[in-house]
């Protein structure tokens, strides 16, 4: 047993995991990298449906979005609308068995609507990261956390924390 964690006796609902199926490291990071570059930075949705699997989902979606790759394309596609210069760079790349973690940065320029609201013409950086499960090769499941409030903050649409 790993330090920290104790012997309990399994139960009929615990998830019992082996290796057999799992992706390589590269594989993953290489479709991952891929993923950024061709769909996120370039904005070519299209290589989505060739890196996700058709049943995907994405748990950290836009509310109202679909949670799935057509979701995900329709994001992008506003996302490209509104920081036309958007730029992301990989950061951070961790791969085990079927999981893949990377942290990123986004850079761009709102120079469109954003979610409804007016072009700034300021210049932004978002940092965040994404967890995804792996499925042969192809993406199976995302969740990501992104730093949302400090975007809007770069924005001027949200007030910034106090000064001390």
Same mark, same amino acid.
């Given at each position: 047993?790993?330090?920290?964690?104790?012997?309990?006796?399994?139960?009929?609902?615990?998830?019992?995991?082996?290796?057999?199926?799992?992706?390589?490291?590269?594989? +993953?990071?290489?479709?991952?990298?891929?993923?950024?570059?061709?769909?996120?930075?370039?904005?070519?949705?299209?290589?989505?449906?060739?890196?996700?699997?058709?049943?995907? /989902?994405?748990? +950290?979606? *836009?509310?109202?979005?679909?949670?799935?790759?057509?979701?995900?394309?329709?994001?992008?596609?506003?996302?490209?609308?509104?920081? +036309?210069?958007?730029?992301?760079?990989?950061?951070?790349?961790?791969?085990?068995?079927?999981?893949?973690?990377?942290?990123?940065?986004?850079?761009?320029?709102?120079?469109?609507?954003?979610?409804?609201?007016?072009?700034?013409?300021?210049?932004?950086?978002? +940092?965040?990261?994404?967890? *995804?499960?792996?499925?042969?090769?192809?993406?199976?499941? /995302?969740?990501?956390?992104?730093?949302?409030?400090?975007? *809007?903050?770069? *924005?001027?649409?949200?007030?910034?924390?106090?000064?001390?």
């Amino acid at each position: 047993t790993a330090p920290g964690y104790s012997q309990r006796p399994r139960r009929e609902h615990d998830i019992v995991r082996t290796t057999e199926g799992w992706p390589s490291v590269t594989t +993953s990071k290489e479709l991952y990298r891929r993923w950024i570059d061709e769909a996120w930075t370039e904005g070519n949705v299209d290589v989505l449906d060739d890196m996700n699997t058709p049943d995907f /989902v994405d748990h +950290s979606g *836009l509310p109202g979005a679909s949670p799935d790759t057509a979701g995900m394309k329709q994001f992008i596609v506003g996302l490209h609308t509104a920081f +036309s210069d958007v730029a992301f760079t990989v950061e951070d790349l961790v791969a085990e068995g079927d999981r893949l973690v990377g942290r990123w940065v986004m850079r761009g320029t709102n120079t469109g609507s954003f979610n409804g609201m007016p072009a700034t013409g300021r210049p932004v950086t978002l +940092s965040g990261f994404d967890l *995804l499960r792996v499925e042969g090769d192809r993406f199976a499941e /995302v969740w990501h956390v992104e730093d949302i409030a400090g975007m *809007l903050q770069q *924005l001027g649409v949200m007030p910034g924390p106090p000064s001390p």
